[in-house]
T-cell receptor, first 113, second 115 residues
């Protein structure tokens, strides 16, 4: 049973517009959430994170929103740039998983020029 | 500083063979985790080593094993390879055991193809 779900395998967005990537989770015990970005033939790289005690974290063009009641988080990229084209993974961690990251399946973001 | 280095980058094996993959973490990092990534799947956690001891293990059969050396370098081994073992194997290092703050540093991966 997938505890972290990214239901959109892919997303296409016009350059300059907002990209919104979504992630749902099932376990309310998760206490930290992260987004990683992965280019082909490279390992994932850390992008941004949020603690469960917050509802928003911002870093430049990237903002992550956490809605605990809905068990939902989203990553907003504004404005979207061609270099943002990549696969984005949502991950969560908690003491019940010995703080190992539990990953979603990823969403492939394509930025159209 | 140098990043996480994985070798080999690509390899092809046949069913029944065994394979060993190597990972050198970032200098000073003592934790090494291994993940398997297959198309359409997220990263599946294999195991984590910290100070030469396996600290956590994912839900993989015993054919998958690993070890960590005193210099924190790690190897993983897959014996009796099956077609379904074809995947990208990623190694990640971190300063501390587990990932309570979450940030892992990944290598570029070893792409294994089993024929």
């Amino acid at each position: 049973d997938q505890q972290v779900k990214q239901n959109s395998p892919s997303l296409s967005v016009q350059e300059g517009r907002i990209s919104i990537l979504n992630c749902d989770y099932t376990n309310s015990m998760f206490d930290y959430f992260l987004w990683y970005k992965k280019y082909p033939a490279e390992g994932p790289t850390f992008l941004i994170s949020i603690s469960s005690i917050k509802d928003k974290n911002e870093d430049g063009r990237f903002t992550v929103f956490l809605n605990k009641s809905a068990k939902h988080l989203s990553l907003h990229i504004v404005p979207s740039q061609p270099g943002d084209s990549a696969v984005y993974f949502c991950a969560a961690t908690a003491s019940f998983s010995n703080y190992q990251l539990i990953w979603g399946a990823g969403t492939k973001l394509i930025i159209k020029p | 500083k140098a990043g996480v280095t994985q070798t080999p980058r690509y390899l092809i094996k046949t069913r029944g063979q065994q394979v060993t993959l190597s990972c050198s973490p970032i200098s000073g990092h003592r934790s090494v985790s291994w993940y398997q990534q297959t198309p359409g799947q997220g990263l599946q956690f294999l195991f984590e080593y910290f100070s030469e001891t396996q600290r956590n293990k994912g839900n993989f059969p015993g054919r998958f094993s690993g070890r960590q050396f005193s210099n924190s370098r790690s190897e993983m081994n897959v014996s009796t390879l099956e077609l379904g073992d074809s995947a990208l194997y990623l190694c990640a290092s971190s300063l501390f055991q587990g990932s309570s703050t979450g940030e892992l540093f990944f290598g570029e991966g070893s792409r294994l193809t089993v024929l």
